[in-house]
């Protein structure tokens, strides 16, 4: 998504994970971007390990640049999956 100077994003998702996801919570990540003033990855959500679908409205940190922002959603399980049922940006 492209993004200005002190921008924000909204990001909704919905997520759950099976009976037997054995991984870490997943986690809302922002890829590094020098350009937009991150610059490593950046952690700013961790969702909780339901199999009921939760709903969350995640707002990103205030740009600093213009550029590109670019997020995605990480999990480290061996078994079971985790599903994005919805995911916006505005």
Known sequence: MIVNQN?????KLKI????NYNGSN???IIKKNPAIGFYEDKVIFTFPKTTQYTESIIT???VSGSGIIEFFVDC???TGSVFI???KAK
């Open 7 to 11: 921008d924000t994003v909204d990001v």
């Open 16 to 19: 759950a994970v099976s009976n």
């Open 26 to 28: 997943p986690r809302f």
């Open 60 to 62: 990103t940190p205030a």
């Open 76 to 78: 480290d399980g061996t």
């Open 85 to 87: 049922d919805e995911w």
